[in-house]
T-cell receptor, first 115, second 111 residues
Framework: DTEVTQTPKHLVMGMTNKKSLKCEQH?????MYWYKQKAKKPPELMFV???????INESVPSRFSPECPNSSLLNLHLHALQPEDSALYLC??????????????FGDGTRLSIL | GQQVMQIPQYQHVQEGEDFTTYCNSS?????IQWYKQRPGGHPVFLIQ?????EVKKQKRLTFQFGEAKKNSSLHITATQTTDVGTYFC???????????FGSGTKLNVKP
């Protein structure tokens, strides 16, 4: 069982669609992360939110738009994605405003397929 | 940019044999974390190492952080089939909130 909940678990969308990935945690964590993981590869950091503010954007294309409505929720809005964006998208959270000395708790991920 | 390399990429062992994966960074790390990801699963936190030369043990797992804080290792004694998965190290540099994941070592244990 994971304490970080991601929805949906699977998503298939066309390149012209707009969709959103959702992540929720109720552990009181103040740092939340989006990672992208391709098959047989390590997770790649995309965005970091600290106290609901975007603190890190790893040069992610603008077709990915993160949003943190409150300290428990993290969204990733998708628009005009490319086939190479197909991957497992993982959300994670950690205590305090930074990952230093704090383990990251990962959700099960959303497996995204772009047609 | 920072690179965190991990070797080997794959390791196949017979149940009961030992296993070691090594993590090497091009720069000094503030701390390092280890994660395990089962097939079809998500990364699960195992341990964090902060101090130079630190050694921590969890049952059959032994984790070590190098003196220069640029490398780390995970050793599993007497592997079991439940140890199957990919082991990632993740290094943190400075005060930034981002971990650089190593390339991972996929462990397969034959019964």
């Amino acid at each position: 069982d994971t304490e970080v909940t991601q929805t949906p678990k699977h998503l298939v969308m066309g390149m012209t669609n707009k969709k959103s990935l959702k992540c929720e945690q109720h552990m009181g964590h103040r740092a939340m992360y989006w990672y992208k993981q391709k098959a047989k590869k390590p997770p790649e950091l995309m965005f970091v939110y600290s106290y609901e503010k975007l603190s890190i954007n790893e040069s992610v294309p603008s077709r990915f738009s993160p949003e943190c409505p409150n300290s428990s929720l993290l969204n990733l809005h998708l628009h005009a994605l490319q086939p190479e964006d197909s991957a497992l998208y993982l959300c994670a959270s950690s205590q305090e405003g930074g990952a230093r000395n704090q383990p990251q708790h990962f959700g099960d991920g959303t497996r995204l397929s772009i047609l | 940019g920072q690179q965190v390399m991990q070797i080997p990429q794959y390791q196949h062992v017979q149940e009961g044999e030992d296993f070691t994966t090594y993590c090497n960074s091009s720069t000094t790390l503030s701390n390092i974390q280890w994660y395990k990801q089962r097939p079809g699963g998500h990364p699960v936190f195992l341990i964090q190492l902060v101090k130079s030369g630190e050694v921590k043990k969890q049952k059959r797992l032994t984790f070590q952080f190098g003196e220069a804080k640029k490398n780390s290792s995970l050793h599993i004694t007497a592997t079991q089939t439940t140890d199957v998965g990919t082991y990632f190290c993740a290094g943190l540099r400075g005060n930034f909130n981002k971990f650089y994941f190593g390339s991972g070592t996929k462990l397969n244990v034959k019964p």
